[in-house]
């Protein structure tokens, strides 16, 4: 126990100057996904590099540079990693190596506060969950997944702080999985992150297909709604640099915050848009009784349930899992965390940001559920009845849905091109002449496929919860225990590394170092790994109903004679 307590303080102390002699192995020239690298490697520099940063004074926070700064930052990390490998003329040094990296991590928590809140601040879709489960039920849940997602941001934190380093900077999700796990587990994240990404374009583009169609009373053929989004989505993505996306993304912002407030007032002094609410209302998901016309051509009127509404089971869980988009934007905190100057103070903007997110989403969730019931829609600012209102929401969010669409294609694109073209079948590098040239091939063909989805697929409640339960849930909930249960058999096992020469000394390798892994460290630690383990696998059981959920909740929507693919009616308008 000495032994490995020595041990531990010798690589968390601060290194001494470096040698005049080059190090045998020097980080610089290694490949940027080099499985040479062992854990021990990746430890000893990312604990030198923490005791560094717990000497720097954090950044003062400028709101007006959050994202200028941020982008043009993430613009250079990214051709810098492109180069990490490929040449050793570039940097000629290893200090020199060291201050680049260093040089690209200038933000602070209050930065990252920002940046999480707008990646993740839409809280449109939570009166539906919470009116599929009810008033207790449905806040009960958003607490409990607001709980576990910060749980999930503290094991990334937790993870990331063991690998980064400025000689091995982490600069994604796919980096946690390939140091903790290998070269599979970082296609299987990359992998993942990409489809999901294209998935959420999809989604986007079914959403403000609708939106179009009912800002023009539907008049409008519905296949050519989301046609028109999709066109200027491709004109818009076509731009490479995330940098001239900064203002917009400011802009993107405030107008949600406008459509939250207006679609607020709205649904206080007006009745329900009874007329869209056959597909895509809480009634319609749990109890189609409860929003059919009388004989009289009235509708019944409005209610409310403390508990849950009904026995149906499939409606409450696909109302569930479009509270796990609430929390979707996990899978960035690596990129948030990479490029601050104190990743130490990253518990602070998350914690605080998602305090934030919880109160908006409870009070707007439980608000409009409380004036509409049963009529509530998914999104909800469509569900305001009043035609002028409802025209005003609709144009605020399509405008920030034109941004969110961009970033999506951009980041998407970007993910599956240097993560899968790159990597697995050698395509150019973004950064050449060859690769601009696929990369702007790559874009009509991205969003094409955004089309055929939003066009095939007019229930978006239930492709909400297909994403939800294939991507997203394992996003942010499936994958970070597995990460850390990882992370934490590997230190437990640890040997020792040797930067003078690039020796790594190890016991145990193999199963045999899993298995003593999993059971060293002491009875808590033991503990921790047997309930990271059994958070894994709930997380997989959840995902698995949800599949089944909403491909159920799918096969119901389709008997509804209406419901087409490619089609000229717009789902909105068929229960008229």
């Not at 990746?42 to 926070?61: D, G, I, K, L, S």
């Not at 489809?195 to 374009?201: C, G, K, R, T, V």
């Not at 640890?494 to 000394?505: M, N, Q, V, Y």
Request: glycine content about 10%.
């Amino acid at each position: 126990m000495a032994e490995k307590s020595e041990r531990i303080n010798e690589l968390s102390a601060p290194s001494p100057p470096a040698p005049a002699q080059e190090s045998y192995y020097p980080p610089r020239r290694r490949h940027v996904h080099d499985s040479n690298v062992t854990f021990e490697e990746y430890h000893f520099y990312a604990q030198r590099t923490r005791e560094e940063q717990r000497h720097v004074a954090a950044p003062q926070w400028q709101w007006r540079t959050v994202f200028s700064s941020r982008k043009k930052g993430a613009e250079a990390g990214e051709e810098e990693h492109h180069h990490h490998g490929t040449s050793s003329n570039q940097i000629t040094t290893d200090e020199e190596w060291v201050n680049a990296s260093r040089a690209l991590r200038t933000a602070s928590w209050g930065a990252v506060f920002y940046l999480i809140t707008t990646d993740i601040l839409g809280p449109f879709a939570v009166p539906y969950a919470i009116g599929t489960l009810g008033f207790g039920p449905g806040v009960g849940v958003f607490t409990a997944f607001g709980i576990v997602s910060c749980y999930s941001g503290y094991l990334i934190w937790k993870i990331f702080m063991g690998v980064d380093s400025h000689e091995f900077p982490a600069r994604n999700y796919g980096d946690l999985a390939f140091r903790v796990w290998g070269t599979t587990a970082r296609h299987i994240v990359n992998f993942l992150q990409a489809i999901a990404l294209l998935l959420l374009l999809g989604q986007v583009t079914i959403l403000f297909g609708q939106n179009i169609s009912e800002m023009s009373k539907y008049t409008i053929c519905y296949i050519v709604c989301p046609l028109i989004f999709v066109i200027i989505g491709f004109f818009l993505t076509q731009v490479r640099s995330l940098r001239n996306f900064g203002w917009l993304a400011n802009f993107g912002f405030v107008l949600n915050l406008l459509a939250i407030f207006i679609s607020m007032g709205a649904t206080a002094h007006n009745p329900p848009n009874y007329s869209i609410a056959l597909l895509g209302s809480v009634g319609g998901g749990i109890d189609p009784d409860s929003i059919t016309k009388n004989a009289d051509g009235s509708y019944p009127p409005v209610m409310t349930f403390s508990g849950l509404p009904t026995t149906n089971l499939i409606g409450s869980i696909n109302g569930l899992l479009s509270g796990v988009l609430a929390y979707a934007g996990l899978q960035l905190f690596v990129e948030f965390m990479a490029e601050m100057r104190r990743p130490h103070d990253f518990l602070k903007g998350m914690f605080v940001a998602q305090a934030v997110i919880y109160i908006v989403y409870v009070v707007y969730g439980t608000f409009i559920y409380y004036y509409q019931g049963q009529y509530t829609f998914n999104p909800a600012y469509l569900g305001v009845s009043n035609y002028g209102w409802q025209t005003a929401g609709n144009t605020l969010t399509l405008l920030s849905g034109l941004i969110a669409a961009a970033l999506y294609g951009n980041i998407g694109i970007k993910v599956f091109y240097n993560n899968v073209l790159v990597d697995i079948f050698k395509a150019p590098l973004i950064t050449t002449k060859g690769g601009k040239i696929f990369y702007a091939a790559i874009v009509p063909i991205w969003w094409s496929i955004a089309f055929v989805i939003a066009a095939a697929i007019p229930a978006y409640v239930y492709f909400v919860s297909i994403i939800s339960a294939s991507c997203l849930l394992n996003l942010s909930y499936t994958i970070p225990p597995w990460l850390a249960l990882g992370y934490d058999i590997r230190y437990n096992t640890i040997g020792t590394f040797d930067p003078a020469i690039g020796r790594t000394s190890r016991g145990m390798t193999g199963i045999t170092r899993y298995i003593r892994g999993f059971f060293s460290g002491g009875a808590f630690q033991v503990s921790v790994n047997i309930w990271h383990l059994l958070y894994f696998l709930a997380s997989l059981a959840l995902s698995g109903l949800g599949l089944y959920a909403s491909i159920e909740g799918f096969i119901e929507a389709f008997k509804i004679p209406e419901v087409n693919s490619f089609t000229c009616r717009s789902p909105l308008n068929i229960g008229s």
